[in-house]
């Protein structure tokens, strides 16, 4: 499989199956369209405004590449991975309540539809002792403090890191902690705990005043940004080169996200990640199929802005143009992505497990209870097994090694099916792949 595409001005190839990817001219992407229609006829002579010289030239280049193995190579052969009950990864929902109300929020407000509590030590603790016991023989292991808010039960964060670090040498695991913040309520305490344990810290902004206030208010239905704000910048200045994202969320009002990515860099962040918001099609923030050309260019305007502001001293990463051309994940990761349900879970305040944070708080999807021991393993092999190899949708997608199948929740929330991808987000991911091979070429990395 292979696939052509013009982005930033630019034409390129990819090769699915290798990764090959060469930056090619108007001619040649003409070529190799035709050779994907029909892949045994012979192209010949002049057509379109070209020369036969040109044309046979061109041929030529593209055969040589074929027959190097660079260019329509024959689809892999997978080994779909194994259930082997081997978890790697804890979402830790520490917290069912927060600070702030945010339209979109899929955990209703902070609660996951139920009782607005926080997790106890004792719950942590023994999510800690879940995770070092079902990781068998893997010494490096994630744990992330989401919500909710976690900053509402801060006592507890610290106390977790403290405990799992107790354990580190004992077991010999090394644990990787991150934690997601609306950092509302942010301390410089809570700062230099960060900066001294979290490997990650993730900051919700939405890009500009109004954009943001027009969706985040606070429990009591006051405007946010302006505190956040203040309390990000401040995170920023003592974090370093610490690993950190603002991490926003556009929607159906504000579909200029190019400008809110641009916004957040002026105010001095220089790791940022926008995410399109997953809402049923009634609600009024919801994107839907007929916003998807206005957003595709929305992409590329941000590359061709994002390319020249790399030049100066308003670099900055945008989360999903970072892609690994010349690596990139292991074959298992590429088949199977997050892990949800699988190599990953969540754990709730009350000890319930969970394939991943969104599902937190349906019946349907508890796996067990790192309180009372519990852990049917029905669902994780479920989960294991959905993957490209049983996605027919996805197997035929040129972006599959990219997303590896895309969100499962997406795909039970919006399409009733783990196996079935949602395919708004499908086709905004195409558009971010193609951009962050574009931007590779244009800064000579390819």
Not at 183 to 190: C, F, G, N, R, W
Request: glycine letters at 6%; a negative charge.
């Amino acid at each position: 499989m292979v696939h052509t595409f013009r982005c930033l001005n630019r034409f390129f190839a990819l090769d699915v199956e290798s990764g090959s990817v060469f930056e090619i001219d108007e001619l040649t992407k003409e070529l190799i369209d035709l050779k994907i229609k029909a892949p045994l006829n012979k192209i010949e002579g002049a057509f379109s405004c070209y020369s036969a010289d040109d044309v046979a030239e061109a041929n030529e280049e593209i055969q040589s590449l074929i027959d190097k193995g660079l260019l329509f190579t024959s689809e892999a052969s997978h080994n779909p991975p194994c259930y082997n009950g081997v978890v790697k990864a804890l979402c830790l929902n520490i917290s069912h309540n927060c600070s702030l109300r945010c339209e979109y929020c899929f955990a209703d407000g902070g609660s996951y539809s139920t009782e607005r509590l926080n997790m106890s030590k004792e719950v942590a603790f023994a999510a800690i002792d879940f995770l070092i016991s079902k990781s068998g023989t893997r010494r490096n292991l994630e744990v992330d403090f989401f919500g909710g808010e976690p900053l509402l039960n801060m006592d507890v964060v610290k106390a977790t890191v403290e405990y799992a670090r107790s354990k580190e040498k004992e077991y010999n695991k090394n644990f990787r902690f991150t934690i997601t913040t609306n950092a509302y309520m942010l301390s410089d305490e809570d700062i230099d705990f960060f900066n001294k344990e979290m490997y990650n810290v993730v900051l919700s902004i939405d890009g500009r005043k109004d954009v943001h206030n027009c969706v985040r208010k606070t429990a009591r239905g006051e405007d946010s940004f302006d505190i956040i704000l203040q309390n990000a910048l401040r995170f920023r200045a003592k974090r370093g080169d610490g690993q950190y994202y603002i991490r926003g969320t556009f929607t159906a009002l504000n579909k200029d996200f190019a400008t809110d990515a641009l916004y957040l860099n002026d105010c001095g962040f220089d790791q940022i990640s926008l995410e399109p918001v997953v809402l049923p099609d009634t609600h009024r923030l919801a994107i839907k199929e007929s916003d998807v050309p206005e957003l595709v260019e929305q992409y590329e305007i941000l590359a061709k802005e994002y390319i020249e502001r790399r030049k100066t001293d308003k670099w900055f990463n945008f989360f999903h143009f970072m892609i690994d051309i010349s690596g990139g994940p292991c074959e298992s990761k590429r088949l199977v992505g997050c892990g949800a349900g699988n190599e990953y879970l969540c754990v709730s305040p009350d000890g319930s497990i969970y394939p991943c944070h969104q599902f937190d708080g349906k019946p349907d999807y508890k796996i067990g209870s790192v309180l009372t021991g519990e852990f049917c393993d029905k669902l994780p092999k479920k989960f294991a097994c959905a993957n490209l190899t049983t996605k027919p949708e996805c197997l035929k997608c040129w972006a599959k090694y990219y997303c590896s199948g895309g969100c499962a929740a997406n795909s039970v929330n919006f399409c009733g099916d783990i196996n079935v991808p949602y395919t708004i987000t499908c086709e905004l991911m195409k558009k971010r792949v193609e951009c962050a091979i574009a931007i590779k070429a244009i800064e000579g990395i390819l």
